[in-house]
């Protein structure tokens, strides 16, 4: 069973940071095209975040873009996203995710597929 495990999530006040980090297990980083976050609150559809594939291009939903990183530290297996300016409206359970297809898909369609997840962090943000 594949395992991704999130951190950092938290709760912040508008304006805010936070850097979520999660741990990818080595074969799945290294033989994953595309590495994502998305977010997801119970009962709404996934909403893909951020994505980057290995080439380290990235790509991000209109409503992050300009505030929000995806990185990853391809020596530690670890994928990252910096959150800066955040807003209410971010507030969710954020969830790192591997094998995705295609990094445009990942970040503009309705529920996209990810073969794997993890178990997700909150991220709160108080107005």
């Known amino acids: 069973q594949v395992q991704l495990v999130e951190s950092g999530g938290g709760s912040v006040q508008a304006g805010g940071s936070l850097r979520l980090s999660c741990i990818v297990p080595?074969?799945?980083?290294?033989?994953?095209?595309?590495l994502a976050w998305f977010r997801q609150a119970p009962g709404n559809h996934r909403e893909g975040v951020a994505a980057?594939?290995?080439?380290?291009?990235?790509k991000y939903a209109d409503s992050v873009k300009g505030r929000f990183t995806i990185s990853k530290d391809s020596a530690e297996n670890i994928l990252y996203l910096q959150m800066d300016s955040l807003k209410p409206e971010d507030t969710d359970m954020y969830y790192c995710?591997?094998?995705?297809?295609?990094?445009?898909?990942?970040?503009?369609?309705?529920?996209?597929?990810?073969?794997?997840w993890g178990q997700g962090t909150q991220v709160t943000v108080s107005s």
């Open positions: 995710a591997a094998d995705c297809a295609d990094i445009e898909v990942a970040v503009t369609a309705i529920n996209p597929l990810f073969n794997y």
């Open positions: 080595e074969y799945t980083f290294s033989n994953s095209y595309c």
């Open positions: 980057i594939d290995k080439d380290g291009t990235a």
